[in-house]
């Protein structure tokens, strides 16, 4: 259950990302390219301790090397105004959990390569990335569930005909086919439709082994009596399937559907990486990745890499963590023991 | 007579497996009064299931298929329908339940839902108005604190409690013909008795007609207003209850009968019709019947002997039917020494 409470930890800052983010989304600092980490203090250099934490200013900036200026300190203020917002789409704002007092700048987790806060576009890029799976998976296990359900429902040539599409589907290696779908698409799209092709593109692909595993369950399910039974009073094909056999499939598809989130995440930072996904300035955890494929940022400026990885590395996680609790919790053998 | 509320005319149901045309159900005819029980007494395999879901027109297809004949409800040939009219007789007009009352429910939904569904779906009720007649319903067929039990799931039920359930889903909307096929096989005696006890009241509070299919005599002998013997896919004998037990003209009948325990015959053991029910794809040549017939003649095993009045409308598809009626044969003995 660890899983399940830093997920709604997870999604909760993505939800409320501008105003726990300190800065906006692309908010460029053009001389603190690849500012390291400030770390938060509550002792000065003279030995002083503070009741409110400050960060130190820096100097330099010629060759991205800095050097702490310990004779400007910059105490953190919560609640403060900065840049206006809309939270959620609706809520105008302006106010930020917390920030420091220009020209001192707060890089949590240091900047990236135009001088950004990389916490602030981790926390802008998780609205994409923890999305991208959630709504990924609606559309998937919607078309898998219907599809599945008829196939297994139907048979013969119906079933047949599904069958050989998802087996044409399942054949092709996953991530060429990720990115030969990613050509249909212009490569200049907005980020809000690139986002939706992302989107579409998983849930394209994702659908099929999940209407091969649910047409074996249909399969099974329609010897049951009580299909025979909802038909014989009168119900037709379609609310057989929707409403007396998919039902008694839901506790395998929840945690398949759980299970299958990272896929989708991993997708799409698969295809930010490669440069064909969500398109800077905009954030997503995959090019964020992709600013730290060379050499010099991987050994100069690791904060670059470890901050959007940590971060895949944790959301992964947590949903199959999630995924093996909501399994056992569901485990007919355990909650319906002792009957039949 | 009047007409006939349900009529089979030379009903054929056949299955196209790998191994062959299974003639299941090859020329059945029979029909069914308003008010009525008739019973369709056989052993497994002798095509009564599939009768009765082919009046349904519930028949698996593929592999099986109505092939020929027709079947009347109120003057209208059911094979003749589309679809969609099918479904608002099915569970409307005829409804129908089911040997397992463990697996006929659908575990997912409570038992309320389960009624108001057949009512929503014929009746076009909302929903509160369909809940009171759920609730309704269940006191009708004898379930006790109705308000509490419409909210349970069938696993929190018995067996006996869940056929119930299924009873009341099945004439919640007040069908003119109810097809219970094997309702008390999986249930225990005392509780069989008391579900046959309900299903005779509903049957005259309700004017209804009820197809009943079973292997139990016990059970017809209870119920039954007339009887159907079928055997290998066709009706052997078709007469009134007491003329079946009394005075049967059939020797598969009379097997069935003789093979009865009988109180006071202690020291004798029980009788059996040797052999098996034939292989439905290759049915013996002649009367079906002969390879197991004690009284059977050369006559037998070239020529099908034809159902045909053999006195006051007592039907029988036997060429020695006469010669049992008056005794000079005895159809279980034989025509030797009686054997032990």
């Known amino acids: 259950m660890a899983g399940g409470v830093l997920l709604i930890l997870l999604y909760s800052l993505a939800a409320l990302a501008p105003f726990f983010a300190p800065y906006a989304e692309s908010d460029i600092d053009r001389d603190r390219f690849f500012h390291p980490p400030t770390p938060l203090h509550l002792r000065d250099a003279d030995g002083h301790w503070h009741a409110r934490p400050f960060v130190y200013g820096s100097r330099g900036g010629q060759d991205q090397t800095y050097e702490v200026d310990t004779s400007r300190r910059y105490p953190l203020r919560w609640w403060v105004r900065g840049a206006p917002y809309r939270l959620l789409g609706v809520l105008p704002g302006d106010r930020h959990l917390f920030g420091v007092d220009a020209p001192g700048r707060i890089y949590l987790l240091g900047a990236d390569d135009a001088g950004r806060d990389v916490w602030t576009r981790l926390l802008f890029g998780s609205q994409v990335s923890l999305t991208v799976g959630v709504v990924g998976i609606l559309i998937s296990f919607s078309l898998g569930l219907l599809l599945g359900g008829v196939s297994g429902y139907f048979g013969g040539w119906v079933d047949t005909l599904i069958m050989r599409g998802t087996e044409l589907l399942l054949s092709i290696p996953g991530l060429y086919l990720i990115v030969a779908l990613r050509g249909v698409f212009p490569l200049d799209l907005p980020s809000q439709q690139t986002y939706l092709a992302i989107v579409a593109i998983l849930a394209f692909i994702g659908w099929a082994g999940l209407a091969r595993v649910i047409r074996g369950m249909v399969l099974s399910l329609r010897q049951a009596e009580y299909v025979l039974a909802a038909r014989a009073l009168g119900a037709s094909s379609l609310r057989v399937i929707v409403r007396h056999i998919l039902p008694n499939t839901m506790s395998f598809t929840i945690v398949a559907a759980t299970v299958a989130v990272p ?20 954030a997503s955890w995959g090019n964020m990745l992709n600013a730290a494929r060379s050499q010099r940022v991987l050994t100069s400026f690791p904060w670059i890499l470890l901050a959007p990885g940590t971060a895949i590395f944790l959301t992964v996680m947590a949903f199959n963590f999630f995924g093996d609790g909501l399994r056992d919790a569901l485990d007919p053998r355990k909650t319906l023991g002792g009957r039949g | 007579m009047t007409e006939p509320l349900l009529e089979l005319r030379e009903l054929k149901t056949h299955f ?46 593929p592999p099986g298929r109505i092939v020929g004949g027709s079947i009347r409800f109120r003057g209208r040939d059911l094979l003749a329908l589309a679809e969609a009219e099918m479904r608002a007789i099915r569970g409307k007009e005829i409804s129908m339940i089911f040997q397992e009352p463990m697996t006929s429910l659908n575990p997912v ?32 067929v004898g379930i006790s604190s109705p308000e509490q039990r419409v909210d349970e799931y069938p696993h929190q039920m018995s ?35 008391q579900i046959l006890e309900l299903l005779q009241k509903l049957r005259r509070e309700l004017g209804m007609a009820v197809l009943l299919i079973t292997h139990d005599l016990g059970v017809v002998a209870e119920t039954a207003d007339r009887v159907a013997v079928m055997y290998a896919g066709q009706v052997v004998e078709y007469c ?70 053999v006195g006051g409308g007592h039907l029988a598809r036997c060429f020695r039917a006469e010669e049992i009626a008056s005794g000079a044969v005895d159809p279980v003995a034989g025509e030797g020494a009686p054997r032990g």
């Open chain 1, 263 to 282: 896929g989708y995440i991993l997708g799409e930072v698969f295809l930010s990486f490669l440069g064909v996904g969500v398109q800077p300035p905009a």
């Open chain 2, 16 to 61: 196209f497996t790998d191994d062959g045309v299974v003639r299941a159900v090859d020329g059945v005819s029979f029909a069914l009064y308003a008010g009525e029980t008739l019973a369709v007494v056989g052993e497994s395999g002798s095509g009564k299931s599939v009768t009765s879901l082919s009046v349904l027109r519930l028949v698996a297809s």
């Open chain 2, 109 to 140: 939904y409570t038992c309320g839902e389960q009624i108001m569904e057949v009512i929503e779906l014929h009746e076009g009720l909302g929903r509160a108005a369909a809940r009171v007649r759920a609730i309704e319903m269940l006191r009708h």
């Open chain 2, 159 to 193: 067996g006996g409690m869940r056929q119930r359930v299924m009873i009341a889903m099945a004439l919640a909307c007040k069908p003119s013909v109810l097809i219970a096929d094997e309702p008390t096989t999986a249930l225990d005696v005392t509780i069989q008795a």
């Open chain 2, 240 to 309: 009134g209850v007491r003329e079946a037990f009394r005075s049967t003209r059939h020797p598969y009948t009379a097997g069935l009968l003789a093979s009865l325990p009988r109180l006071g015959d202690e020291h004798q053991r029980l009788r059996v019709i040797p052999g098996n029910v034939p292989n439905p794809v290759r049915f013996p040549a002649g009367c079906r019947f002969h390879p197991r017939c004690p009284i059977a003649v050369e006559r037998c095993r070239s020529e099908v002997p034809a159902l045909r009045d």
